[in-house]
């Protein structure tokens, strides 16, 4: 499985930003896709995950602020992220799981305050 995504870019404090990421090659009926971030000095950590069905989890410094969906005939997942914040900023990495985690190739944001 590859996984491209798209959409990081320097933005203001208040801002919003929407995150894409395409799935291709051996893909499953049944996935969890999602996002994960990592800032300089800290660990990855969940932003968002959404599984076939829908169903959704989300870090809990995202809740209320980012919201995931996907398009399954697309494969693609998406981030929409509004009222960012400077601590926001890290490097945004998609992800696939079926039996086996993949990951993207990480788009940075940088929020700017």
């Known amino acids: 499985v590859q996984l491209q995504a798209f959409g990081g870019r320097l933005v203001q404090a208040g801002g919003s930003l929407r995150l894409s990421c395409a799935a291709s090659g051996r893909i499953f009926s049944l996935s969890i896709m999602g996002w994960y971030r990592q800032a300089p000095g800290k660990q990855r950590e969940l932003v968002a995950r959404i599984d076939s069905f829908g169903s959704t989890t989300y870090g809990d410094s995202v809740k209320g602020r980012f919201t995931i969906s996907r398009d399954n005939a697309k494969n693609t997942v998406y981030l929409q992220m509004n009222s960012l914040k400077p601590e926001d900023t890290a490097v945004y990495y998609c992800?696939?799981?079926?039996?086996?985690?993949?990951w993207g190739q990480g788009t940075l944001v940088t929020v700017s305050s």
């Open positions: 992800h696939y799981r079926t039996d086996i985690d993949y």
